[in-house]
């Protein structure tokens, strides 16, 4: 990372800090903010953030592995989340699962060599009456079939 | 099709008798209003209203125990966390029925006396939050949230949402309340109960969104009404989310008490072996037992209905749920953190053939000792699936005759 780049981080956290307070109580809010624009919570952020609420980035380390929403490391631009959960895998997951996996060259749990999407599986989306169901980002896709995923994820920049 | 919430408030096509009914914003804060704090606690006591989220704690209790005690801050949590699989009703309540779910909050929040009221709304969700906070502004503006609320001196009541990230495990209420304080989502020891020392340690009362959904149309139309729905000790009525092989799975308002034939049949259902009642966490129900009701009294559920017909292979579904399960134990304790393991190992080891029954005992032993050592309803109930599904379809799973029919599994 350069030094201006970590400048520039460390003002955002601090924006950031001041936004939603110092209180143990704003840090899971921090950290999704910094989740949903860069797609991971780098070391450097960590400890950032850690100073800045005056806590040992231990903390913050523990609360990032809890949540399967947060991620200490890099991943693609876009995170694809296919729900693998028991409606969803009835309604026909498998095949979309392989669709996928061929449209990208890439298994799940990667990411693409452009590094435009990562490929993850996730629990119950709460779209059972609509699987098979994913997660581009934070918007939610239904009703998946292997055209249309196709298409889906050619749109993703 | 990507979902698109742009107006949560429009296209409301549904009915049904209490939640699904006609309701105009803000009518139920004037009521309760109107009405006055004893008066709300009593008339929820009497309606029998239970939780809606799966536990079947009765409401009114939640409520006098917060609003009984002295202090200086107390809160009420919208529990918006529905991750149980096969669930999907909050999402509709939130998405089409958001007037609600808000109200039935500021409800609360007059009843037992808190100023805030926080969302928890599950990460999974957060496209819907724009559409939310939109709602919250409408109301402010409509003097149905801030100060002196409807012109009532002293009614001063916001709520703030807060989404999570991703964790099944906070939908347990001092999971979630953990979470809010910015912490691993691990459940806390009880007692203390969320109404004695909630969130930041104040008295807290935590509600299921169908819960507080319920609440504004109990006020308005009374308890009487509400208790001709339902049998006698589940009152009222319950949205389903049924799923699976049928062909109308959505959400339905029925009364409790009904019979899973019967809800078969509203669903349109053919071929049905199985329905799984409460999601992962609650039991498999074979054909020979569909004439049993849905309620507190017999199958207690926070409503999610998975229904598999003749061709599934219910080891497969069993391995589904274990394998959630184990993801998704927090790991704090003991028997649910190796417990779930364990279970998840057993149903390979069937599915390779690589069992004896001295073992598949032993496993049922340890479910037993998961269903009472667990510290929260996560490990207390993820064996009930393993149990069920073992037990009622024993002999397609072992293939008890097998010697017969000269099939191996």
New interface residues.
């Given amino acids: 990372m350069l030094v201006s780049e970590k400048n520039a981080l460390s003002e955002e956290l601090e924006n950031l800090v001041e936004k939603y307070g110092t209180e143990r109580a704003s840090l899971l809010q921090i950290l999704q903010a910094v989740q949903r624009k860069y797609k991971y919570i780098s070391d450097f952020a960590q400890q950032e953030i850690a100073r800045l609420m005056n806590i040992h980035p231990v903390e913050v380390n523990s609360v990032i592995s809890f949540y399967s929403f947060l991620d200490s490391k890099p991943k693609g631009r876009n995170i694809v989340k296919l729900c693998k959960t028991i409606s969803c895998d009835m309604a026909g997951k498998e095949s979309i699962e392989d669709a996928i996996q061929r449209e990208l060259g890439i298994k799940f749990n990667e990411t693409t060599r452009d590094n435009r999407i990562t490929l993850e599986h996730t629990n119950c989306l709460g779209m059972c009456d609509q699987g098979p169901a994913m997660l581009v980002n934070d918007k939610v896709y239904t009703n998946l079939d292997i055209e249309n995923v196709v298409n889906i994820l050619n749109e993703i920049k | 099709?990507?979902?698109k919430v742009n107006s949560i408030t429009n296209g409301k096509k549904r009915t049904g008798p209490v939640i699904f009914s006609e309701y105009s914003p803000g009518k139920g804060i004037q009521k309760a209003i109107e009405t006055g704090r004893e008066n709300i606690l009593f008339e929820l006591k009497s309606s029998g209203l239970k939780g809606r989220g799966g536990a079947g704690f009765p409401v009114s209790t939640k409520w006098m125990l917060t609003a009984a005690s002295v202090t200086d801050k107390k809160f009420i949590v919208c529990n918006a966390d529905?991750?149980?699989?096969?669930?999907?009703k909050?999402?509709v309540l939130l998405m089409e029925y958001p007037e609600l779910v808000f109200d039935g909050m500021v409800i609360g929040g007059y009843t037992i006396g808190a100023k805030i009221g926080i969302m928890y709304l599950?990460?999974?969700?957060?496209?819907m939050l724009e559409s939310l906070e939109d709602y919250l502004i409408t109301m402010r503006d409509n003097n149905l949230l801030g100060k002196n609320i409807l012109g009532k001196e002293g009614f001063d009541f916001d709520i703030s949402i807060?989404?999570?990230?991703?964790?099944?495990v906070c939908g347990e209420e001092t999971a979630l309340i953990e979470?809010?304080?910015?912490?691993?989502?691990?459940p806390r020891n009880r007692p203390p109960y969320p109404v004695n020392t909630g969130y930041?340690g104040y008295p807290t009362v935590v509600n299921n969104v169908e819960t507080l959904s319920v609440i504004p149309h109990i006020l308005i139309k009374g308890a009487e009404w509400f208790k001709h729905f339902g049998t006698a000790k589940s009152t009222g009525t319950k949205l389903f989310?049924?799923?699976?092989?049928c062909k109308k799975?959505?959400?339905y308002e029925l009364p409790w008490g009904i019979t899973i034939k019967e809800l078969l049949e509203i669903v349109d259902a053919q071929n049905t072996k199985a329905v799984?009642v409460g999601g992962?966490s609650g039991v498999c129900i074979p054909n020979s037992q569909f004439n049993r009701t849905l309620g507190y009294e017999d199958l207690s559920t926070g409503g999610s209905i998975?229904i598999?017909n003749e061709s599934?292979d219910m080891l497969k579904?069993l391995k589904?749920?274990m394998e959630?399960f184990v993801?998704?134990s927090?790991g704090q304790c003991t028997p649910c953190r190796i417990g779930n393991v364990k279970l998840l190992e057993c149903v390979e080891k069937i599915e390779k053939g690589d069992y004896t029954f001295a073992y598949i005992k032993t496993m049922k032993e340890l479910s037993k000792t998961m269903q009472v050592a667990s510290k929260c309803g996560l490990g207390q109930s993820s064996p009930n699936s393993f149990l069920s599904i073992i037990e009622n379809f024993k002999d397609e799973i072992f293939n008890t005759s097998g010697g017969k029919n000269g099939k191996k599994r």
């Fill in positions: 099709m990507e979902t529905e991750g149980e699989p096969g669930t999907f909050d999402r599950r990460g999974e969700y957060e496209y807060r989404l999570g990230s991703g964790a099944y979470s809010l304080e910015g912490n691993r989502g691990e930041l989310s049924v799923s699976g092989d799975s959505g959400v799984q992962a998975i598999f599934r579904v589904n749920f959630f993801e998704e927090c």
